[in-house]
């Protein structure tokens, strides 16, 4: 499994981007994708996931109204697509894919729960 993320770049606070992580070499029959971050001196933290099909999305706290997580079937991408950024945002943004569906977000958002990672893409926000 090869996990390639992309997207980051340096924007302005309230600005948008959109990130993208495209798995490639997935067997799984049910898999989840998510995203985490890490700021500098920060421990990695739990963003977003989507399941396979895109039937459960679970986010983190600081991120709910304004980021969203999706999942484009034909390209087989997964986007996190991020709005109104604040400067504590910043951070290099990492997806991952575990092999498992997970319907309670509190598995989804372990970090230890998935086994692929990707290199990570960083955002960084100014005020």
């Known amino acids: 499994v090869q996990l390639q993320a992309s997207g980051g770049g340096l924007v302005q606070a309230g600005d948008s981007l959109r990130l993208s992580c495209a798995p490639s070499?997935?067997?799984?029959?049910?898999?989840?994708v998510a995203w985490f971050r890490q700021a500098p001196g920060n421990e990695r933290e739990f963003v977003a996931s989507i399941t396979r099909g895109g039937r459960y999305t679970y986010y983190a706290e600081s991120v709910k109204g304004r980021f969203t997580v999706s999942k484009d079937t034909d390209k087989d991408t997964v986007y996190l697509q991020t709005s109104n950024l604040r400067p504590e945002d910043t951070a290099v943004y990492y997806c991952a894919v575990a092999s498992r569906l997970f319907v309670d977000g509190s598995y989804a958002a372990m970090s230890s729960k998935y086994a692929y990672w990707g290199q990570g893409t960083l955002v960084t926000v100014s005020s």
């Open positions: 070499g997935l067997t799984f029959i049910t898999y989840t």
